[in-house]
């Protein structure tokens, strides 16, 4: 990817995805951001969706590499909490 991964760009990355998914596509995906320039809120939640979906990504700037560990971070404790809440019901 390279640009912006702002509005219409992040919903059109975003519709990209779920169509490649529902159609059964299960290669797997790496994604790379080394050539993005700015990520919207609206980036970092389909960045998000994609990662819980088992995508790698590259990135080579600091930014982006420290946004994609904060990514990973929430989706650990997501994770975690979903366990917990699943694992005290039973």
Same mark, same amino acid.
């Given at each position: 990817m390279q640009g912006l991964l702002v509005g219409q760009w992040?919903?059109?990355? +975003?519709?990209?995805?779920?169509?490649?998914?529902?159609?059964?596509d299960t290669r797997r995906c790496i994604v #790379? =951001?080394?050539?993005?320039?700015s990520i919207d809120r609206n980036g970092e939640a389909?960045?998000?969706e994609i990662?819980?979906?088992?995508? +790698?990504?590259i990135a080579g700037?600091?930014?982006t590499k420290h946004?994609?560990?904060n990514l990973r971070? #929430? =989706?650990?404790?997501?994770?975690?909490?979903?366990?917990?809440?699943?694992g005290s019901n039973q």
């Open positions: 992040a919903a059109e990355l +975003e519709s990209t995805w779920r169509e490649a998914r529902q159609v059964g #790379e =951001l080394i050539l993005v320039t389909v960045l998000a990662m819980s979906q088992g995508a +790698e990504f700037d600091v930014y946004l994609l560990r971070s #929430e =989706l650990k404790r997501s994770r975690m909490r979903g366990k917990q809440e699943g």
